[in-house]
């Protein structure tokens, strides 16, 4: 039993494997790319960024921030690499996608306690520890062999990816570099359209072919990460109140707010590919090229990488895990990851650092321990190991963390004390958990 299993080298898997190699075991990470790709994945690289290339905001006093310090405290070694790759984006932890996977795939595959294994994983051992951290585009094997050991069925949402275009091919005449409200130093450019211009962005838009989903599947998207024609199908002004809104921004040409913004934001260092912040879509790939050029800063864009869209799957922890992340039926079975149903880069990688604190202390020979409930890592696994109805894939935000015991009406001052008592009680934990070899 002194040698675990990680299934999956994502950012979970790749946290998970970190933290048990270095207390000291053996691992052995099986990561199934470049052998089998899923639909998104592009590298044979370990923790590849697929979607947004941004880990949220880095202040403290929200809740991806507070994710972030926890994470740090616990010695992430997610965060520690990708601080080396950080790109401008205001007040967000933007990261130069290639080259922290490339680092962290570096990092991983050097360790020598740690084996990573190119095999796609059909069968899951019950006779040692294991984590599985297969993400959200667990294979189709893999997926039935989980269904065979939890007993129940899963569940899917459809997610989908914005498209990333050549810096050098945007008409920057047709826009201004800035944040909103001023905030960070200018990281977004902001293509402007009219009212006329918003009309027939929008008409064309509503009019686009999409991609048909299989016979057998359902569309059940996650609210946080729409496809923008989901948005737009809610109504024309939809998309001013959410993706194209201009509230908080001012065009220096005109001294007004524009009537409809598309930001672009930095997906490298160098800035010479820029994402359309937002716009996930599962239109075919001809009538993205077609509708987007509408916006007059794309009219002449050159495409790096088009939307797709993919089923992501996860299970229902509520049902199936304990508050350690470990399998009810089968405790020396562990999840980690999107899989479990926390949603975005950060809170995956959290629950991979819980996942190997805990093989840690089952190598050990005592009792896994559950993070503090005053914790957002904490407060996130609590909520899908006790979400009382269908689980849907939850991320970090205040509303999770346990309310205070005094009334506070000042928001922001709540809020500085819940992030408080995260951080005194992630403290306490980390003295708890005593990981040294």
Request: with cysteine.
């Amino acid at each position: 039993m002194s040698e675990v299993i990680v299934i999956g080298g994502g950012l979970a898997g790749s946290e998970t494997a970190y933290k048990i190699a270095q207390a000291g075991y053996r691992v052995k990470l099986f990561e199934m790319r470049p052998k089998l790709f899923t639909p998104v994945h592009r590298t044979p690289y370990l923790a590849e960024i697929v979607c947004s290339n941004s880990f949220g905001s880095m202040s403290e006093t929200s809740a991806s921030g507070l994710l972030k310090k926890e994470m740090e405290i616990l010695d992430s070694i997610v965060l520690e690499v990708a601080k080396n790759y950080r790109v401008p984006a205001g007040q967000a932890f933007a990261v130069d996608r290639e080259k922290f996977s490339k680092e962290l795939t570096k990092v991983i595959e050097n360790h020598p306690n740690i084996e990573v294994i190119r095999e796609e994983v059909v069968e899951i051992p019950r006779d040692r520890l294991v984590v599985i951290a297969s993400g959200p585009l667990t294979s189709e094997r893999l997926s039935l062999e989980i269904q065979n050991i939890t007993g129940s069925e899963h569940l899917y949402f459809y997610d989908a990816i914005s498209p990333v275009v050549d810096a050098s091919t945007v008409d920057y005449s047709k826009g201004f570099w800035g944040d909103r409200y001023g905030k960070g130093s200018g990281d977004y450019f902001n293509c402007t359209l009219t009212e006329e211009e918003y009309d027939l962005f929008y008409n064309e838009l509503m009019k686009g072919e999409q991609v048909p989903l299989k016979d057998f599947e359902r569309a059940v998207y996650f609210e946080g990460c729409l496809p923008i024609e989901e948005i737009a199908r809610r109504g024309k002004q939809t998309l001013l109140f959410g993706p194209m809104k201009p509230v908080g921004l001012v065009d220096p040409s005109t001294e007004k707010q524009p009537f409809a913004v598309v930001q672009l934001r930095k997906e490298n260092v160098e800035g010479t590919i820029l994402s359309l912040v937002g716009f996930q879509t599962k239109l075919k790939y001809p009538d993205q090229k077609r509708i987007f050029r509408l916006i007059p800063a794309l009219k002449d864009v050159e495409f790096v990488k088009l939307g797709s869209i993919h089923r992501n799957t996860f299970i229902q922890s509520q049902k199936l895990l304990k508050p350690t992340l470990q399998l009810r039926k089968e405790p020396n079975i562990l999840f980690a990851g999107q899989i479990t149903g926390v949603e975005g880069y950060m809170a995956s990688a959290a629950t991979g650092i819980i996942a190997g604190i805990n093989i840690v202390r089952m190598l050990k020979g005592v009792e896994p321990v559950v993070p503090p409930r005053e914790s957002m890592i904490g407060s996130l696994i609590n909520y899908v190991t006790t979400a009382k109805n269908e689980l849907q894939p939850m991320g970090p935000n205040f509303a999770v963390l346990p309310e205070l015991e005094i009334k506070i009406k000042d928001k922001e001052k709540r809020k500085e004390l819940k992030v408080k008592k995260a951080i005194e009680a992630i403290n306490r934990y980390k003295e708890k958990i005593n990981l040294q070899p």
